[in-house]
């Protein structure tokens, strides 16, 4: 099993949506929890980060720790189509991060 | 306030050139992160250095890889003897400390080619 696991997609949905993307994880040692957002032959940009589990909202977006399930995830509200673009899950239980693969997500306008 | 900086955007190296990425951290970060991303792949951590350090290689190959952060100037990561297989787009990050080493700032990236 992965540390990281993450659907790769692509996710197509409708301008104005709800946007839920998730990432499952194996190691329970594991303590910051962050999502990246990756413009096409762009570098990646911290969007949320969170510590330990509960929710953490910033404009549109909500991140969600569950880490009795080991399962995090990110909403996207309004979804607008500058949204598209490849959202990488990453988590550290200190000293070094790893990344999930990242969802392609396609916003349709 | 300028972002983290990598040069060159893109490289192109026959097989057997040697390589050199260059990144500059953010100003007042004096934590250099270097990852790997291939097609379809995620970031794949490589090296973490602080100034005139290396903290963490542990994601570098062991052969023709290497890795600094000089006192003075960019951080350098140094390919020898590349092959197809090192083609992939290569990204700096930066941290002000440790302390923040989960909250890090990504460059553009070079994409290097190998012919």
């Known amino acids: 099993q992965k540390e990281v696991e993450q659907d790769p997609g692509p996710l197509s949905v409708p301008e104005g949506a709800i946007v839920s993307l998730n990432c499952t994880y194996s190691?329970?040692?594991?303590?910051?929890f962050m999502w990246y957002r990756q413009y096409s032959r762009k570098g990646p940009e911290l969007l949320m980060y969170?510590?330990?589990?509960g929710n953490k909202e910033d404009g549109r977006f909500t991140a969600q720790v569950d880490k009795s399930s080991k399962y995090i995830s990110l909403f996207i509200r309004d979804s607008q189509p500058s949204d598209s673009a490849t959202y990488l899950c990453?988590?550290?239980?200190?000293?070094?991060?790893?990344f999930g693969k990242g969802t392609r997500l396609h916003i349709l306008p | 306030n300028a972002g983290v900086m990598q040069n060159p955007r893109h490289l192109v190296r026959r097989r057997g050139q040697e390589a050199r990425l260059r990144c500059s951290p953010m100003?007042?970060?004096?934590?250099v992160y270097w990852y790997r991303q291939l097609p379809e792949e995620g970031l794949k951590f490589m090296v973490y250095?602080?100034?005139?350090?290396?903290?963490?290689e542990s994601g570098m190959p062991k052969e023709r890889f290497s890795a600094e952060f000089p006192k003075e100037g960019p951080s350098i990561l140094r390919i020898q003897q590349v092959v197809r297989g090192d083609s992939a787009a290569y990204f700096c990050?930066?941290?002000?400390?440790?302390?923040?080493?989960?909250?890090?700032?990504f460059g553009p990236g070079t994409r290097l080619t190998v012919l």
């Open positions: 190691n329970s040692a594991f303590q910051y």
């Open positions: 990050a930066s941290s002000p400390g440790r302390a923040e080493h989960n909250e890090q700032f």
């Open positions: 250095l602080q100034k005139e350090n290396i903290i963490d």
């Open positions: 100003k007042g970060h004096s934590h």
């Open positions: 969170t510590y330990s589990s």
């Open positions: 990453a988590m550290s239980p200190y000293d070094k991060i790893i």
